[in-house]
């Protein structure tokens, strides 16, 4: 497979369904925020495609038309396809790992918890982006999808829970997409069971609102504290699927690029 540039990508149309919920908006956000890659097994009228953002993969078209390592960049990253793709991932890696996932929509609004005095929850700008980097120093996964803390601080897309200067509480929306906006949430260990994540996802629900989308929420079928604070923010099942964990590729060489 080769690298693609954003301004030389096919038209997506019959690759990606548009406006669709969860972690199936990162085609739209990557193309419009121009965080992640495109790959395509060649540059005129591709067979197969691939886009890659925050350790997470789409793949469609035709797995056929792969070389065996042609997938050896995406170890270690979460990869969404049709099950036709299955084949080419167990000979690319040496595990495939399934993954229960849960794809909620926000379908009850909720009042805004009632927080301490000292607390206040507000859209982050971009003078945050050091105390975010300070707050999610090992959980870089957050804003990975908006390339780094900078990216996202200045995005317009996160909320968080400052006591003075100090966020203590995180969401955002981490795939932004045309119809959907799927959100991702981090609280600091020491002050989790506090309702901040929930104020702060609230905010967000409401922000994301305003601007005439729905709020997805995805999490592992087995995370309940997750699952419990999307239900308790207003989320409803809508359905559930299943991603894989791909471990270290089997072969190198021909493979695309680390």
């Known amino acids: 497979m080769i690298e693609l540039a954003p301004d030389r990508l096919p038209p997506l149309t019959g690759w990606f369904t548009a406006g669709s919920p ?6 739209e956000h990557v193309r419009a925020a121009g965080t992640g890659r495109w790959w395509a097994d060649r540059a005129t009228a591709p067979r ?3 886009v890659a953002c925050a350790d997470h993969v ?3 078209g035709d797995p056929s038309a792969l070389a065996p390592d042609a997938l050896a960049a995406f170890g270690a990253h979460y990869v969404q396809a049709p099950a036709c793709f299955l084949p080419a991932l167990h000979g690319a890696f040496d595990r495939v790992v399934p993954w229960e996932r849960m794809l909620y929509l926000h379908r009850v609004p909720v009042p805004v918890p009632r927080l301490p005095d000292e607390v206040t929850v507000r859209r982050l700008v971009p003078a945050d982006a050091s105390a975010l980097a300070v707050l999610t120093r090992d959980a ?3 804003h990975a999808s908006w390339g780094g803390p900078a990216g996202l ?3 317009g897309s996160g909320w968080a829970a400052f006591r003075k200067d100090d966020p203590l509480a995180v969401a955002c929306t981490y795939f932004h997409g045309t119809r959907y906006e799927d959100l991702a ?3 600091l260990p020491g002050h989790r069971r506090r309702r901040l994540a929930l104020a702060c996802v609230t905010a967000l629900c409401r922000d994301v609102a305003t601007r005439g989308h729905t709020p997805s929420w995805t999490c592992s079928r087995d995370h ?11 989320f409803r099942l809508e359905r559930e699927y299943v991603h894989h964990l791909t471990g270290q590729p089997v072969r190198r060489g021909a493979g695309l690029p680390a």
Not at 22 to 27: D, E, I, Q, R
Not at 224 to 234: D, I, K, V
């Open 153 to 155: 601080a200045a995005s």
């Open 224 to 234: 309940r504290p997750s699952r419990l604070l999307a239900w308790t923010a207003g």
């Open 58 to 60: 789409l793949l469609r």
């Open 140 to 142: 870089a996964w957050f």
């Open 22 to 27: 969860g972690a199936a908006a990162l085609p």
């Open 48 to 50: 197969a495609l691939a």
């Open 185 to 187: 949430c981090f609280t």
